[in-house]
Every structure is written in C-alpha cells, then in structure tokens.
T-cell receptor
Framework: AQSVTQLGSHVSVSEGALVLLRCNYSSSVPPYLFWYVQYPNQGLQLLLKYTSAATLVKGINGFEAEFKKSETSFHLTKPSAHMSDAAEYFCAVTYGGATNKLIFGTGTLLAVQP | GAVVSQHPSWVICKSGTSVKIECRSLDFQATTMFWYRQFPKQSLMLMATSNEGSKATYEQGVEKDKFLINHASLTLSTLTVTSAHPEDSSFYIC????????????????FGEGSRLTVL
C-alpha cells in the first residue's frame, strides 16, 4: 500500500536554527513526492516537488528536500528558520497517472521560537 | 502557478440544512478535481475524486448521498453537504490537477483556500 510517514507531529526550533522535517514513503514504484505548507485556516501551498529529475529539490522560501531512494526518504530542510516559517507542513506522495491522487502524511507542526 | 478558488470561505448553518461549496479553477481547465476533509490538527483525508462529465468516485467510508459532488464544467466542481449535522463540521479543501507540462503530467495539484463549515 502507498503511504507516507512523517516523524514528529511537533517540531520546535529557534529562529536562525536548522529546520529538519522528516518524511518517509513506502512504494514499489517510483513516486512523485511533495511538500506542502498550510497556514491556519488556509489551503495548502506547494513548497517543492520531486518528479524523478534531480534528487535535491529546491523550493520556495529557502526550503529544499533530498530524495533518497535507499532510505525511502524525502526530508525537508531549511538552513535558517524564520518566524514566518511557523506553520503545518505536509509530505505527500502520488504515483502519477491520470488521477493525481495524493496521499498525505499526518503533518508536522513547526514552531519557531524567538 | 495555477489558481484554484473556493467559495464560501466560511459558512455556518443550522442542523438539517444543506450547504454547497464551490471549487473553481480560475486560469486552467481541470478535468479532475479532488475534495478533501480536514479535522482540527489532523491531515487531509481524501473524500472523493470529481471527474468532469461523470460521476464522482468516493473513497471508502464516505457517504455519497451525504456529500454530493457535481463537476459540470471544466472549471467548476461543487460539494453539497446534505442534511448537515454538527459532526459534519470541518474544513473542506478542494484541489485540481494542473494538467500537463511539456507533455508530462507531474502529478502536481493546486489547492483552494478551504471552506470551514460549522453546523449548529
């Protein structure tokens, strides 16, 4: 079965510190992987996506993620956290095709301390 | 990027009434749209896949008679919560496929802003 696991429902970092949000997927076929950010009472905004091109993907707001097939991981990182990064982050996977059916992880709430 | 808009953003209704939520793709045609439901502090749960011109495909456990989906045009899908009850209170989010890019479907979805339904 296709699934995504996000380790850590809550992550707290200090402003300026490294952000690391973990995501592992299960798949028997090459996946497409996404990271979305959600601010309170809003929809989802795409941060970045992996679609079988470069394994290191750079997204918006200074975020990046690396696809590691051997580890079945797609962790999200940012070198220096900003207060505005505080939000809920979702990792998602789809296997392409016509349906674009996304399967979401449970989400990680990122808190940034001053 | 592509824009998807939902309306209304907030709706409060009395128990037993029906509520319609619209999802529009503003600058592209979406043959497929998806409806998600999100409970507080939880992830998004796919409810159904809406296909233009055909019946929606519902996920297991989602009542199709309760959540009516209509996708009559390439830019509009609607979700109607019929005979709403307090347990239907939730955040409903739609998404649409951005379609092909250079001939390859990358699987990217564009999300609406969400609609918060409160049933009294």
């Amino acid at each position: 079965a296709q699934s995504v696991t996000q380790l850590g429902s809550h992550v707290s970092v200090s402003e300026g510190a490294l952000v690391l949000l973990r995501c592992n997927y299960s798949s028997s076929v090459p996946p497409y992987l996404f990271w979305y950010v959600q601010y309170p009472n809003q929809g989802l905004q795409l941060l970045l996506k992996y679609t079988s091109a470069a394994t290191l993907v750079k997204g918006i707001n200074g975020f990046e993620a690396e696809f590691k097939k051997s580890e079945t991981s797609f962790h999200l990182t940012k070198p220096s956290a900003h207060m505005s990064d505080a939000a809920e982050y979702f990792c998602a996977v789809t296997y392409g095709g016509a349906t674009n059916k996304l399967i979401f992880g449970t989400g990680t709430l990122l808190a940034v301390q001053p | 990027g592509a824009v998807v808009s939902q309306h209304p953003s907030w709706v409060i209704c009395k128990s037993g009434t029906s509520v319609k939520i619209e999802c529009r793709s503003l600058d592209f045609q979406a043959t497929t749209m998806f409806w998600y439901r999100q409970f507080p502090k939880q992830s998004l749960m796919l409810m159904a896949t809406s296909n233009e011109g055909s019946k929606a495909t519902y996920e297991q456990g989602v009542e199709k008679d309760k959540f009516l989906i209509n996708h009559a045009s390439l830019t509009l899908s609607t979700l109607t919560v019929t005979s709403a009850h307090p347990e239907d209170s939730s955040f409903y989010i739609c998404s649409a496929s951005g379609g092909a890019s250079g001939g390859t479907n990358t699987g990217e979805l564009f999300f609406g802003e969400g609609s918060r339904l409160t049933v009294l």
